[in-house]
Each structure stands twice: as C-alpha cells, then as structure tokens.
C-alpha cells in the first residue's frame, strides 16, 4: 500500500472542545501504532480531509513520525478553500501549526463552502487517489459523521480489494488503560 486515508470522528462528535482532552494523546497512539508497520511495508502517503478531529490529530501522528520515517509524506486535500475561516481563533492557530508540517495540501474547490457537491467531490478524490483507508469509527458508539466513509470504503474492497482498517473505542481505551496501568508502577 502506497496511499492511505486517515479520517475518523470529527472532535465535537468525540465531546472534544479544546486540544487538551487527554484522550487525544490515546487516539494519536492508536493511529501510530497502526501506522507503523504499513510504513515498514513502503507506505508513502498518509491523507486526509483535514477536518478538526481524527484528521488532524492523525497528521500530529504522522509530523511526529516523519524525523524516524524520512520516506513518509503527509497529505491534506480540503473540499473547499479556507474550511478554517469560521473556526475560533484557537483552532486556526493549531490548524495553521499542522499545516507546517504537511508536504502537500490543495482543496478540490477554490471557491468557499458552496455546498455538498464539493465534499462528494473531495471524497471521490481521496478514494481514487489510495490504496486503503484507516478509520477510526466505531458503530457500537453510535452513527457519525465516519460512517460514510466505513460504507464507501467496504463497497470498494468488495470491487477492487481496498483495504480498510478500523480503530475502535476499544483499541483506545486499552491504551488508555495501558497507560494508566503504567502510570501506577
């Protein structure tokens, strides 16, 4: 696999208002741990969306491995241009940080939000241009916005073998619990 997509819940879908929910740190580790050996088996491109949530803090993961893996490039294609414009001021800043450490950014739109048509067309584009996707979604939380993205990306591994690859709550609660456990000794 040489591409991969990386989404999952936006932050306000987790309950996650600011970047210092401590569950971000087990959700960055979740995706790294997951990362890992697909870089040890050549993967080049990690992309996303780069909505506020999984799809940043997965590109946090991937800047944070990038030193270890000079090979691994980071990619963020928008649906439209400046989706930060209506964030607080506290998020652009944090968005603005991240984009410094991506190798590759375009929005399929130059226009701003002008409707849905502009994130089917990202979304076709982010499926077209991978290999797989790797989720973090989980049903047993209740529908999200990932959803979608698990329904488009089954129905092309049933057509052509895209792989996807999942995160669960459970996979981040046991780091989670991990690190508590840890934290204890």
């Avoid at 701003?112 to 996707?133: C, M, N, S, V």
């Amino acid at each position: 696999m040489n591409n991969l997509l990386v989404s999952g819940y936006r932050a306000h879908e987790l309950n996650i208002f600011n970047q210092k929910h401590e569950g971000i740190a087990y959700i960055k580790q979740a995706i790294t741990n997951k990362l890992l050996p697909l870089i040890d088996d050549g993967l080049q491109w990690v992309i996303t969306p780069g909505q506020y949530g999984v799809d940043l803090w997965a590109c946090e993961a991937v800047i944070a491995l990038k030193p270890h893996y000079p090979q691994l490039r980071l990619s963020i294609i928008t649906a439209y241009s400046n989706p930060e414009e209506k964030w607080k001021d506290d998020k652009k800043e944090y968005y603005e940080q991240v984009l410094k450490g991506v190798d590759y950014y375009a929005s399929v739109s130059d226009k701003p939000y002008d409707g849905i048509w502009q994130l089917q067309a990202r979304d076709e584009l982010l499926f077209r241009k991978t290999d797989g996707i790797l989720l973090v979604y989980d049903e047993d939380a209740g529908e999200g916005s990932p959803r979608y993205f698990k329904e488009r990306a089954l129905r092309r591994q049933q057509a052509d073998g895209y792989r996807y690859i999942s995160i669960s709550s459970d996979d981040i609660q046991s780091i989670a619990d991990e690190a508590n456990y840890r934290d204890m000794d």
